[in-house]
Every structure is written in C-alpha cells, then in structure tokens.
C-alpha cells in the first residue's frame, strides 16, 4: 500500500466516483479533492456496463458520444497526478478496454499515468492471470469486489492478489439503485474484516450524508457514485462547483463518524 496507507490510516475515508469524459472531469476532479474525498474512482466509460444502473449507464453513452478513448482517460489521470501528487487515484472499468492492447500495456501506462490501483468489473479471482500479474508487476494494486453472495468458500481467491483494499458491493444488483440494510452491512464487514488486513470499502446505493455516517461507523471507507453522476448530468460542464459541495457534505459525515465511534 503506498497512497492508499495514509488514506485509510487517518479514516474512514470517503471513495467518490465520476466516469472520465463526462462533463468537465478535470475541474470535477479538483473538486472531489478540495471537497475532502480520500480516495477517488475514475470510471472507464464502456459500452455494456454491466454491474452499473441508469445513472453510470448515462455516463458512459454521454462519455463515449464525446469520443472518449483509453488514450484520453490516461491523459486525465496524468494530469491529475501532476496536480495532486497524494491522492490515490483508481480506475474502474470492464476486461476490455484494460486488457485489449495487452494485459503488459495496460500495466505500464497505469503506472506511467501514476494510476494507483484498479478495479476491473468482470475478471473474477479466478481469471486473475488475465491481468494481475501484469499490474502487480508494474507496482499497481487490483482491488478487488467481494458480494453478498461471496462465501467462506470463495473469500479466499477473491483475495488472493488483492491489495490496496477490499470493495464489499452491498447489494446485490446494480449501482445507484437501492441500499442494503445496515444491520446486513456490519455483519459482512465483520465477516470480511475478520478474513483480511485490507481495508474494506463499502459501495452501491449509498447516496447521503446520512447513509454514508452509518457506514463509516462499521467500515474503513465508503464509496458514492450515482450521487456525483446525478450532479454532473444535472450540470453539465458547470458541476465543479456543485460537485465540490456535495462532497464536503459527504466527507464531513465520514469523517466524523470516527469521532463518534471513538
């Protein structure tokens, strides 16, 4: 763990996701910073989002009508980097963009981009050869999702070769849509805590302020997405400043729920 240590070590921390091409990303990624996340998403638009609801689906169409390309994403990510050199940066997408050019290439230009870990929807723990070894080898950490469906089993492979932390999909269905219980959230990351040292995140449907506190109280960080994109779709190329808003709402009920805990 390099960004991700610190990011986790003062927690929980807010993960906020936007999709790249949508809307002004560049001034949008500036304001998830100033707004206080720790941790920051950039989704990789593609065609057939499968794990992603209405809102993302928005995302990627209005990003790939744009002419968004890989080249471009990698080219935000740079620039992001030179701006913001401790914020850790990941991006979130399907095996095709990540692994079409070669597994070997993707690797190289995440780290060349200084793209800090990735999380590939749709290449299980089974199908790790497909891209791991080649991100590990180039010092990019693959995190990776455990479910409501993932036994005691399974757990094991899912994290065999994960690191930088632990997404915990709390539904199971699409993003955006619909939130798990709590009490069914703090029962699986205890379970999952109990399972590995890395950090767990907690992701889809948490979509407020107060949802994200009840969270942060259990988790070590929490993921919100559908909520920015809203934002953006709303705005336009003019959500900075809303987005900015949004996410110093969130962060300061994340942060403040270790207050609280302690």
């Known amino acids: 763990m390099t960004r991700f240590a610190p990011a986790f070590h003062k927690g929980p921390a807010l993960v906020a996701f936007i999709t790249a091409g949508d809307g002004d990303t560049a001034a949008n990624l500036d304001a998830l910073v100033a707004g206080g996340a720790d941790i920051i998403e950039l989704g990789m638009p593609f065609t057939d989002p499968m794990a992603d609801g209405p809102a993302i689906q928005a995302a990627n169409l209005r990003s790939l009508a744009k002419g968004t390309t890989t080249a471009d994403i990698f080219a935000i990510a740079a620039a992001f980097r030179s701006r913001h050199r401790d914020t850790p940066l990941v991006l979130m997408g399907y095996a095709n963009p990540m692994t079409i050019r070669g597994a070997d290439w993707f690797a190289a230009e995440c780290a060349k981009a200084g793209v800090d870990g990735i999380i590939c929807v749709d290449i299980p723990s089974e199908e790790d050869a497909e891209l791991g ?22 757990l094991p492979d899912v994290l065999s070769g994960a690191s930088g932390f632990l997404y915990y999909v709390s539904v199971a269905g699409i993003t955006g849509q619909q939130q798990a219980a709590q009490a069914s959230i703090e029962e699986a990351v205890a379970r999952l805590k109990a399972a590995t040292d890395l950090p767990v995140a907690v992701g889809f449907g948490v979509r407020t302020p107060e949802q994200a506190h009840a969270i942060a109280r259990v988790a070590d960080g929490v993921v919100v997405g559908s909520a920015f994109i809203d934002i953006i779709a709303e705005h336009g190329d003019d959500a900075a400043p809303h987005v900015e808003t949004f996410t110093r709402s969130l ?8 207050e609280i805990a302690a």
């Open 133 to 154: 070894p080649a991100l590990r080898s180039a010092g990019v950490d693959l995190i990776r999702l455990a479910t409501p469906t993932t036994d005691a089993a399974r």
């Open 251 to 258: 962060a300061d009920a994340i942060h403040g729920a270790k």
